[in-house]
């Protein structure tokens, strides 16, 4: 028979399991998103669109998860915190999901063609993903001062939406594609805040102490 003890950690562990699938699921949905901005057909957009359905159930299971450990187990001290910082970052991703899912459906509206400004989406993207991979570095190995400076990073894609919405009315002088590509834009900034968000739960899971 299991113990309480061990029955906890298969129940951490599945929690680890499941945040880590519903990264992953995201982590695709912002490479597809971004991709589909420029695609000929609009197949990708809407796949993107139907899979932020499954982060939104994972979401779901994480947090009737985090309930019942809190409810069955009564963790207190770093156990808290590690329950605690999951259903925060649940949520962080799903968020990012919402975003991903924003941005393929701007795709179903219109076509962002522009090559300058269709590089800069992309490297807001970029830049979004390598947080991602960097971070689920820094957690599996505990280096905290890479979760800080992954904080820090977020601020190389505002300086990129900063300079995107100064420029897209250039997009073939047509103020509703320009319009879009704001939108998109504007999602891929909110991209890199989640991110930046799921990296100061991290420390607050290790250290106990908020970022301010």
Known sequence: MMTIRSQ????????HHKLKRM????????TRAIQSLNDNDKARARQVIAKD???NQL????NESVVLLILKQQPVASDL?????????????????????????IRLRTR?????????????????LLMLE?????????????VEEIIQRDQDIDDL???IINITYLIDNDPYVAGQAHLAARSLERIGDHIGNIAENILYYYTGELNN
Do not use: C, P
Request: glycine fraction near 4%.
């Open 59 to 62: 979401e779901t299971d994480i």
């Open 112 to 128: 962002i063609d522009d090559e300058y400004v269709l590089k800069r989406l992309e490297a807001m993207g970029q830049l979004s």
């Open 8 to 15: 906890y950690e298969a129940d951490i562990d599945a929690l």
């Open 81 to 105: 915190r590690l329950v605690l910082a999951a259903l925060k970052i649940a949520n962080e991703l799903e968020r990012i999901g919402d975003n991903a899912a924003n941005i393929a459906h």
């Open 134 to 146: 960097d971070l689920y570095t820094a957690n599996t190995d505990k280096e905290l001062s890479l």
């Open 53 to 55: 359905q499954r982060i």
């Open 23 to 30: 990264g992953m699921r995201v982590f695709s949905s912002i």
């Open 161 to 163: 939406y900063t300079h």
